[in-house]
């Protein structure tokens, strides 16, 4: 059988015996090094399905497979970057990366090759100077760059990104999508990315997974991306082919999926 490299079957999610199905089945299939974003209306399930693929929710029915292997449990294959930081306040930038070294990849690396290994992934996010500072010492935007670059050393399979992006400020949103953008074609890493932002999905996806509105939320439709990599953001803002995948998008959630008028 022709298996994808991460698949979420017929998945189903509701919270109690008697709660509705917040999602109904989920069937998504993600090859190896693709970007997918997942888009939809806030309360939909967006991070109920990016949890249960991390492990930290259980599926209801149906269920995610990573390389053939059934998700039960948290794993270091599968890093997440939440919106709001998670960095542990009273270690310093490089202990906070290292700590997950040394947890996960680090465990068969000598001590020097754990610093090494540490530094290098720092400098993926170039925050390799700020490596002494604590978490309150930087800005937001640094401080995910830093979740960034702890997911990443743990090597995991699949990088979640959970809104990484929401708690910015547009000029250092964008300056951290392009980071990932560069981190993405030099390494390859598959990225299942929610987002509420219609651009910034066009511009990082190879495909858009649109939800339908919940309870009972399921996929609406998937979006291909068809723009050659790298993408520039400055040159795709006139570009036919983006408009065109922008003006989908919109149309699903505005018109097809638009939430009812707030009474
Ligand atoms: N632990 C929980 N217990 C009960 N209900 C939950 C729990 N987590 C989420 N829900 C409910 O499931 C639904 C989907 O929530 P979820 O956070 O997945 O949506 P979302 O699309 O990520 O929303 P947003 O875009 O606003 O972050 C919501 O109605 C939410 O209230």
């Given at each position: 059988?022709?298996?994808?490299?991460?698949?979420?079957?017929?998945?189903?999610?509701?919270?109690?015996?008697?709660?509705?199905?917040?999602?109904?089945?989920?069937?998504?299939?993600?090859?190896?090094?693709?970007?997918?974003?997942?888009?939809?209306?806030?309360?939909?399930?967006k991070?109920?399905?990016?949890?249960?693929?991390a492990?930290?929710?259980?599926?209801?029915?149906?269920?995610?497979?990573?390389?053939?292997?059934?998700?039960?449990?948290?794993?270091?294959?599968?890093?997440?970057?939440?919106?709001?930081?998670?960095l542990?306040?009273?270690?310093?930038?490089?202990?906070?990366?290292?700590?997950?070294?040394?947890?996960t990849?680090?465990?068969?690396?000598?001590?020097?090759?754990?610093?090494?290994?540490?530094?290098?992934?720092?400098?993926?996010?170039?925050?390799?100077?700020?490596?002494?500072k604590?978490?309150?010492?930087?800005?937001?935007?640094?401080?995910?760059?830093?979740g960034?670059?702890?997911?990443?050393?743990?090597?995991?399979?699949?990088?979640?990104?959970?809104?990484?992006?929401?708690?910015?400020?547009?000029?250092?949103?964008?300056?951290?999508?392009?980071?990932?953008?560069?981190i993405h074609?030099?390494?390859?890493?598959?990225?299942?990315?929610?987002?509420?932002?219609?651009?910034?999905?066009?511009?990082?996806?190879?495909?858009?997974?649109?939800?339908?509105?919940?309870?009972?939320?399921?996929?609406?439709?998937?979006?291909?991306?068809?723009?050659?990599r790298?993408?520039?953001?400055?040159?795709?803002?006139?570009?036919?082919?983006?408009l065109?995948?922008?003006?989908?998008?919109?149309?699903?959630l505005?018109?097809?999926?638009a939430?009812?008028?707030?009474?």
């Amino acid at each position: 059988m022709n298996r994808s490299f991460l698949e979420v079957s017929r998945l189903s999610v509701r919270f109690g015996p008697t709660a509705p199905l917040v999602l109904n089945s989920i069937d998504l299939k993600v090859e190896q090094g693709q970007y997918v974003a997942v888009i939809g209306h806030s309360g939909c399930g967006k991070s109920t399905l990016l949890n249960v693929v991390a492990g930290l929710l259980p599926a209801t029915l149906g269920g995610v497979l990573l390389e053939g292997s059934e998700v039960t449990e948290p794993g270091p294959d599968r890093a997440v970057v939440f919106q709001n930081h998670s960095l542990l306040p009273w270690l310093t930038v490089y202990e906070n990366v290292k700590l997950a070294v040394d947890r996960t990849v680090g465990r068969n690396m000598s001590r020097a090759e754990r610093h090494a290994w540490t530094m290098e992934n720092l400098a993926l996010v170039r925050m390799e100077g700020h490596a002494q500072k604590r978490p309150a010492e930087i800005s937001g935007g640094m401080k995910q760059r830093v979740g960034i670059a702890r997911a990443l050393a743990m090597k995991p399979k699949v990088l979640l990104l959970d809104e990484p992006f929401g708690a910015l400020d547009a000029l250092t949103r964008a300056h951290l999508q392009d980071q990932v953008m560069a981190i993405h074609a030099r390494l390859g890493t598959t990225i299942m990315m929610i987002t509420h932002d219609v651009d910034e999905a066009v511009l990082l996806s190879d495909r858009i997974v649109m939800m339908t509105n919940g309870p009972n939320a399921t996929i609406g439709e998937v979006l291909e991306v068809d723009l050659p990599r790298p993408r520039d953001r400055l040159a795709l803002a006139s570009e036919p082919r983006f408009l065109a995948a922008r003006e989908a998008v919109l149309r699903f959630l505005h018109e097809r999926h638009a939430l009812p008028a707030a009474a």
